[in-house]
């Protein structure tokens, strides 16, 4: 359990307990004090002297007496008679006398808080007694809040103990003489259950990582629905780590139950054992897979070559029947596509084949030539998205990610414009929306002025009639929705009934604007800090969504071959 130990915990206990177990076994009421006192010693002392009379009557008693050894002296003196014994009597009770205070005193030093001598103790008010039992619930209690760090931490269980104890204290804090007797038992117990369940506290256990566990298992299933590329015996001991897991209980894994089941499903998945008609397939699902970075354009024609090279060789080697080299010449393969890198120039080409598609160049000149047709908020973006991409594609540029960030921008602006017709529809949409809302409220705390809704109403009804005019000039219609954007910001709201601080600053009016699409000016520059990690490799994932391992695993592990059982007997 990371949090420290109670030791002041531990220490305020010894106080308590040590406290109630000898003050608090005499209480009394504030008006009782202790009486007769000096009777009770003389009537003691008055027994004592006639039991003493007694004792040396009797002569058996004299001879027994006479053969003791006197205490602190060695064994071989002299035995005492019983006039020496009458003498020394009284010499020990002085030397008792004597000690009990010293004794009383260390009892004193080691209970730190009580600083009455015993009659004191034996005095001790009610009143008193509270004082005390509650400054040590205090105490503890304080401690405890130093080392405790709050409900969301601690397992359910343990904190509803915790709770318990607690609410134990408080109630003896309300009330100690409700707990009280003589030898302090139960206020003892509820310290000492309070300490136990702070020390029994359980943290909740560190959330685990299971990604990865989660990423083996549904490729440990993908390997297994594929029994006809494996080995029957790999594909059950596959089967066999599966079972070990429960799935409906992943989450409730710990570090090293997880630890293990990711280690066992990764031995394996790395070292898979095919057949020869498995061998087969995963050539041909690598030549897929290349096929696809070829589409791309992003990767250089050599190091596709290569690769297509090492396909063909282990195409050869299977239709050899030389296995080894096949699986050989396949793992190679799949090693260089997840190592190939992205070619700067080849990213350049695909800049160059955006800027002159037609599709994207008609957009930009059209943009150009009539941006009254456009949303104004999202054109500019495609715009400069364009002009960047014309640049890089010219350059001297050499960096891939920044190549590689730019077509993937250019291809993203292109999606945000939106025409001037349906930038006005999805506004009118949430602008009828808003009036609705806030309809119910007009004239009320809280809600528009009258006034201001009603000039708010008109203009909304003014361009809806503008729309529904063929004739309505773009300008104007975007003059008019700026007009009813700024009213909308600036309109009067009714102050709610509040206790205002004469120092406190009024609190500026919110801003409510209809949601048109996203201004992709201002957005901009967010979507450029969300850079698109470029990959340096040919890692699929990133490029292709796809898989470049061995069966789409994510594993490039050497390829072990199990041959037919026929095989084998020749």
Do not use: C
């Not at 890089?392 to 414009?417: G, H, M, P, R």
Request: glycine share 4%; aromatic share 4%; charged share 30%.
């Amino acid at each position: 359990m990371k949090r420290k130990q109670l030791a002041a915990l531990g220490l305020a206990i010894v106080m308590a307990v040590g406290t109630v177990g000898t003050s608090g076994i005499t209480v009394m009421a504030a008006e009782t004090q202790t009486a007769g006192t000096e009777a009770e010693k003389e009537s003691q002392n008055a027994e004592a002297e006639s039991q003493t009379q007694e004792d040396l009557s009797a002569p058996q008693q004299d001879e027994q007496q006479t053969q003791q050894p006197v205490v602190g002296e060695e064994q071989d003196q002299q035995p005492v008679t019983g006039e020496e014994l009458q003498t020394q009597q009284p010499e020990k009770e002085e030397q008792q006398e004597v000690q009990q205070p010293e004794t009383e005193s260390d009892q004193e030093v080691q209970q730190p808080g009580l600083g009455q001598n015993k009659e004191e103790k034996e005095s001790m008010t009610e009143a008193e007694f509270i004082a005390m039992v509650q400054a040590e619930v205090d105490g503890l209690l304080a401690d405890a809040d130093e080392v405790i760090f709050g409900p969301l931490m601690y397992t359910e269980q343990s904190w509803k103990v915790y709770e318990a104890a607690k609410a134990e204290m408080l109630a003896l804090r309300a009330d100690p003489m409700k707990y009280y007797d003589p030898d302090g038992t139960q206020i003892y117990g509820i310290f000492e259950r309070f300490v136990n369940a702070v020390n029994g506290l359980e943290l909740i256990p560190e959330v685990v990582d299971k990604s990865e566990l989660y990423e083996l298992i549904a490729l440990a299933d993908q390997v297994v629905s594929q029994a006809e590329v494996y080995a029957p015996d790999y594909i059950q001991a596959l089967k066999n780590v599966l079972a070990t897991i429960d799935r409906n209980k992943i989450e409730a894994m710990t570090q090293a139950e997880t630890a293990q089941a990711v280690a066992m499903l990764k031995q394996l998945l790395q070292t898979p054992v095919v057949s020869e008609s498995g061998v087969i397939k995963l050539i041909e699902e690598s030549r897929q897979m290349l096929e696809q970075l070829k589409v791309s354009g992003l990767y250089a024609d050599q190091d596709l070559a290569t690769i297509q090279t090492l396909l063909d060789e282990a195409q050869k080697a299977a239709d050899s029947a030389n296995w080894n080299e096949a699986i050989e010449k396949l793992n190679m393969a799949n090693q260089k596509m997840t190592e190939i890198p992205m070619s700067a120039e080849k990213i350049k080409e695909a800049l160059a084949g955006k800027v002159a598609d037609k599709e994207y160049k008609d957009l930009y000149e059209d943009i150009k030539a009539h941006p009254e047709n456009y949303d104004k908020n999202t054109t500019g973006f495609y715009v400069e998205s364009y002009d960047q991409a014309k640049a890089l594609s010219v350059s001297n540029e050499t960096d891939v990610e920044k190549l590689y960030e730019a077509l993937q921008q250019i291809e993203f602006a292109k999606s945000t414009v939106m025409k001037l017709e349906d930038s006005m529809k999805n506004f009118m949409e949430d602008m009828e929306k808003i009036l609705e809302s806030e309809r119910k409220n007009v004239g009320k705390a809280g809600g528009f002025t009258k006034e201001d809704f009603d000039k708010m109403e008109a203009l909304y009804n003014e361009l809806k009639e503008l729309l529904a005019n063929p004739d309505t000039e773009k300008a104007v219609l975007q003059e008019r929705v700026e007009a009813l954007n700024n009213l909308l910001v600036t309109a009067e709201r009714i102050e709610k009934e509040e206790t205002v601080d004469p120092e406190q600053k009024p609190e500026q009016k919110p801003e409510q604007k209809p949601e048109q699409k996203p201004n992709k000016e201002e957005e901009k520059n967010e979507d450029k800090k969300k850079k698109s990690e470029a990959p340096k490799t040919g890692d699929p994932a990133s490029i292709l969504g796809l898989g470049v391992m061995l069966i789409g695993s994510g594993i490039a592990g050497a390829v072990g071959l199990r041959k037919k059982s026929e095989d084998s007997e020749e």
